[in-house]
Nanobody
């Protein structure tokens, strides 16, 4: 059974950086596109970034100059590097399998809170 566990969130000052990790357990990691969504209080969930199984195609839907997605298939982990963080980046960040096709078969992590505040 596939399971995702996020880590790396926390409180950071504006302009700071965080690297989120999404650890995948189960089989077939390299077969899965994995994405990051975020949801701020009172806002809809939005897709932040996604990366295909091979790691050779990635998509960033927020600020491409600040966010980078990558994966290490040897470590079964997907990363979201976030630089120059802004208060509007404050949200719970979730990783998910097959982020472009949401339904009952997706596997979601529990989420990690990112708070950007001085």
């Amino acid at each position: 059974q596939v399971r995702l566990v996020e880590s790396g969130g926390g409180l950071v000052q504006p302009g700071g950086s965080l690297r989120l990790s999404c650890a995948f357990s189960g089989s077939g990691f390299s077969d899965n596109t994995v994405g990051w969504y975020r949801q701020a209080p009172g806002s809809e969930r939005e897709l932040v970034a996604a990366i295909n199984g091979d790691g050779n195609m990635d998509y960033v839907y927020t600020d491409k100059s600040r966010f980078t997605i990558s994966r290490d298939n040897a470590q079964n982990t997907v990363y979201l590097q976030m630089n120059n963080l802004k208060p509007e980046d404050t949200a719970v960040y979730y990783c998910v399998t097959e982020p472009f096709s949401l339904g009952s078969s997706n596997v979601w992590g529990q989420g990690t809170q990112v708070t950007v505040s001085s």
